[in-house]
């Protein structure tokens, strides 16, 4: 089974964000970026299913500027065997995305496509569900596990009751949660291997899709910053305060 | 002339400071106050390949430069630098085997050094020797295909818990030439340990006496030639050197990140103690030093990786002025953080205590004069 993986090239989680000046977006200047982690567990899910047996190659995709190399570099470093690049400089969103990886798909033939289920950016998580849409095929959401049997896949859902599995036909897109497998660390020696593993570079305009963005970013603002508490002396001030100054009672 | 890191050297880095603050920082605290050598998290991070960083991929190095170490060894010290330190030690024995030992030795010693199911230690200094250590008394007296040993190696980072040690003892004449490196390893009979010192930091990792009583090692277990061990020592030390400077800047650019959060929270005087440009001053100076040491450092790297003539001397100018830098900017941040950074509540006083030994070891920062001083007044 070949399994694609789709990786994005995002802020950092540890870098604290900062709206840009004219309010147009954050800054992403000089600010450390690496790979959405949902996406690093996707690929440990694929390098599990290939060290186990169940998978016969990983191919990593990302979409976005040159820089996004690395990104797909920390996944060759990581397991996967070759990368493919698609080149954009633009801002593109999920449904965009989900075109090109359509194409992708109908190329590289995988039986098995797994997305982190939202990006931390801007956790739109629709790209793995347009993409099962528009190829028809099952898919498999917010996984916390996953089991292969004979032409299906056995998903345990997070969903808001607790957890749910479902029997999906493969080929299946899975979109993966945080609990399901905690990534391991590419080793030196590994990152210096990934070097020599193939990425094919494409452009994104040679897909025919319409890469247009549909929404408009009206504005950005910081959250607004927590205010100082102040101490009440009894159980009657606290309740005069929620009911005339907070008014929530 | 390009500064900026290389791609890899970012993807090196990246690894190095998961590791640290994932698998290391967590810990320190423990680690420190319960003298704990951390054998799961060093092979943890051998497996990672921090095990034998500059060692060749041939035994199961990871092949990469000194400029890659000191980026590599500057992160792991964020998380914690007694650790990272005895890390940086055992790299520098498994070097000294990679680049002097024969493919015999390499094969035999290499894969378990770069994986770290084995833990080496490198034994210069003698209770009656450290600054001068070409005084070395300890004694390897060749009898057939063996070498008897006797004497005692002092301040030994790892003994007992190590399996590997990479000795420097007299085989000749008095003084440098007369010193060759050999192999013990750690079940050899006569070999045995001193009490743990108690030490002031670096309680991560254990420090003691090795003691040598009639042991008799294999000629099979002597590095390059007779004669060639002081230079070996030396050899390694100039890598040593970079790799506990790297450390002091580690655990410098925590202490000084640290602050720089601490005194946007803490308030006196009815605003945060940032808004003061006296101790705004002090964090603009403690950058600009930690940032100089660290160009100097990489700068050193560099040239011990290209074999340049002036490697030695620059190595030992980055050693000195690392590791000076590094304890004063961990100072400065003490005080920054006033009564809470002399409690155990905040790591700062632990970092105290484990950059301050980085002045004392691998050769004295008087020693690392004496090296410099020594090239500029050559000719
Ligand atoms: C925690 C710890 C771990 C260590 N680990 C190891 C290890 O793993 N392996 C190992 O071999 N060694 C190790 N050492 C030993 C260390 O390298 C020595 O302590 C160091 O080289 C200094 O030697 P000394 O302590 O004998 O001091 P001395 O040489 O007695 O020096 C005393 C003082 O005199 C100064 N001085 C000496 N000679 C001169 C001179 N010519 N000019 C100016 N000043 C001079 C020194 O700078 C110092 O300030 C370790 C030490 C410590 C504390």
Known sequence: MKILVPVKRVIDFNVKVRVKSDGSGVELANVKMSMNPFDEISIEEAIRLKESGKATEI????????????????????????????????????????????????????????????AI????????????????????????????????????????????????????????????????????????????KPIDVKLAEDFGVDLTPRLTVLGTVE???RKAGVIVNSVKELVSKLRDEAGVL | MDFSLSEDQRAFQDLAADFASNAMEPHARDWDENSIFPVETLREAASLGFGGIYVSDEFGGSGLSR???????????????????????????????????????????????????????????????????????????????????????????????????????????????????????????????????????????????????????????????EGQGFAIAMSGIDGGRLNIGACSLGAAQTCLDRSISYMKDRKQFGKPIA?????????????????????????????????????????????????DVGFSVVNDALQLHGGYGYLRDYPIERFLRDVRVHQILEGTNEIMRVIIAREIFKD
């Open chain 1, 59 to 118: 191919v990593v995709v990302s979409i976005g500027p040159q820089q996004a190399q690395e990104t797909l570099r920390t996944g060759l470093a990581m397991g996967a065997d070759r990368g493919i690049l698609i080149k954009t400089d633009q801002t593109i969103e999920p449904l965009a995305v989900a075109k090109i990886l359509k194409a992708v798909v109908e190329e590289e033939k995988p039986e098995l496509v797994i997305l982190g289920k939202q």
């Open chain 1, 121 to 196: 950016d801007d956790d739109c998580n629709q790209t793995g569900q347009m993409l099962s849409a528009m190829l028809g095929w099952s898919q498999g959401t917010f996984a916390s596990n996953i089991d292969v049997g004979e032409g299906t896949l056995d998903v345990t859902r997070e969903v808001d009751g607790g957890l749910e599995t479902v029997q999906i036909k493969l080929p299946a897109i899975v979109t993966t949660d945080l609990r399901l497998n905690e990534p391991r660390y590419a080793s030196l020696p590994n990152i210096m291997k990934a070097k020599r």
């Open chain 1, 223 to 225: 959250p607004p910053v």
């Open chain 2, 67 to 225: 400029l890659d170490a000191a980026i590599i060894f500057e992160e792991l010290a964020k998380g914690c630098t007694s650790t990272a330190a005895y890390i940086s030690i055992h790299n520098m024995a498994a070097w000294m085997i990679d680049h002097f030992g024969n493919s015999d030795q390499r094969s035999r010693w290499l894969p378990d050094l770069c994986s770290m199911q084995k833990f080496a230690c490198y034994c210069l200094t003698e209770p009656g020797s450290g600054s001068d250590a070409a005084a070395l008394a300890t004694q390897a007296a060749k009898n057939g295909d063996h070498y008897v040993l006797n004497g005692t190696k002092a301040f030994i980072s790892g003994a007992e818990k190590g399996d590997v040690y990479v000795v420097m003892v007299r085989t000749g004449e008095q003084g440098a030439k007369g010193i060759s490196c050999i192999v013990v390893e750690k079940d050899t009979p006569g070999l045995s340990f001193g009490a743990q010192e108690h030490k002031m930091g670096w309680k991560s990792q254990p420090t003691a006496q090795v003691i040598f009583d009639d042991c008799k090692v294999p000629v099979a277990n002597l590095i390059g030639n």
């Open chain 2, 275 to 323: 808004a003061f440009q006296a101790l705004q001053f002090r964090i603009a100076d403690m950058a600009t030093d930690l940032e100089a040491a660290r160009l100097l450092l990489h700068q050193a790297a560099q040239m011990v990786t290209d074999k340049l003539p002036g490697a030695t001397k620059h190595a030992a100018m980055a050693k000195r002025y690392a590791t």
